[in-house]
């Protein structure tokens, strides 16, 4: 494969993609199982048709993009007022509890502090992505709980730049 995806290629990803969410989504799973699966089919592991992980970068990041763009539109910013509180506490608390639960697993594995740390930050992320097109599918965005979850996911992505300044001041060989 080239360092450069074709327009061809990005058709026949997109096609396959699209089949592959809705052959799940007969089968009553959530259609972006089907991406995953149909990622992993035509990537490297299988049949290569996308060797080069680089040349799909810039679409993933793109409908990454897109997908957030849709969440920004679908947040009624009256209804993040009243989660804030709730979100921000959900959001601390599932980063604690996930850091001792980590720290506790360090002291079994033998793993370094700031090792147990990373692994308990990132425990603690959900992706923003996957749970938003999940909601949706569902018809759960608009409700006060779709609310909420929205809330809590906002929260973890903005929680996502003390945990980056915490880990960087860790010396690396700690890990």
Not at 5 to 26: D, E, K, M
Not at 38 to 55: D, M
Request: charged letters at 10%; hydrophobic letters at 55%.
């Amino acid at each position: 494969m080239h360092d450069s995806i074709g327009l061809t290629q990005i058709a026949i990803v997109v096609a396959a993609a699209l089949a592959g969410g809705l052959i799940l989504a007969r089968f009553k799973q959530p259609p972006i199982l089907g991406y995953i699966l149909t990622g992993v089919l035509l990537g490297p592991s299988a049949f290569e048709l996308i060797s080069n992980r680089g040349s799909v970068e810039i679409l993933a990041e793109l409908g990454v993009l897109l997908l957030l763009f849709v969440v920004g539109m679908e947040l009624n910013l009256r209804s993040f007022k009243k989660v804030w509180k709730t979100a921000t506490f959900c959001t601390l608390a599932q980063i604690i509890i996930s850091s001792l639960i980590a720290v506790l697993l360090s002291l079994y594995y033998g793993w370094t502090p700031a090792l147990s740390l990373l692994i308990g930050f990132i425990a603690t992320l959900s992706s923003t992505a996957v749970v938003v097109k999940m909601m949706e599918s569902m018809g759960e965005m608009k409700t006060d709980t779709g609310q909420l979850i929205i809330g809590i996911l906002i929260a973890q992505d903005l929680a996502i730049a003390p945990m980056i300044l915490i880990i960087r001041n860790f010396n690396h060989s700690w890990f």
